[in-house]
């Protein structure tokens, strides 16, 4: 999945950069980072991707992967493909929903907002992502979110 899910990333990161689009977060953070330190970053960055994708070439080799930040690629993709296409397709929506549950402390959610996630979150804490998408996706394909 998170093979996958970089791959994505990638065509929707190319496709932005030749329209002239905003830096992604995997690119733009090296502006802040010293010159002598961005291929040690670069290299972790792109450490599972290349374990993933070269896992051929070393059968006894482990990774401590942590799965985390396939869910912020994949988010990250969802929202710059709604910048360049200017469409939000109902699975992103329901993602990106996902993800702001998830992962609430990661994020500024506006006041008015804050505690309908927080009851969002503990209601579905439980029952897991697959219960959320699939309660979610027909009311997303009949009203939007």
């Known amino acids: 999945m998170h093979t996958l899910a970089a791959a994505g990333y990638a065509v929707v990161r190319d496709i932005n950069k030749k329209r ?44 401590d992967f942590n799965p985390d930040l396939t869910d912020l690629f994949i988010m990250d993709a969802c929202y710059r493909y709604a910048e360049l296409t200017g469409e939000m397709p109902p699975l992103f929506q329901i993602y990106s929903g996902w993800m702001m549950m998830a992962y609430q402390e990661l994020f500024v959610h506006p006041k008015d907002k804050q505690q309908e996630i927080a009851y969002l979150a503990k209601t579905f804490a439980t029952s897991g992502r697959t219960s959320y998408f699939n309660e979610m996706l027909p009311v997303v394909m009949k009203n939007g979110i």
Do not use: C, Q, S, V
């Open 20 to 63: 002239g689009g905003k830096l992604m977060p995997r690119e733009g953070m090296f502006e802040y980072i010293k010159p002598e330190h961005r291929k040690r970053l670069h290299d972790k960055l792109m450490e599972a991707e290349n374990f993933f994708k070269h896992a051929d070439r070393d059968h006894d080799a482990t990774l």
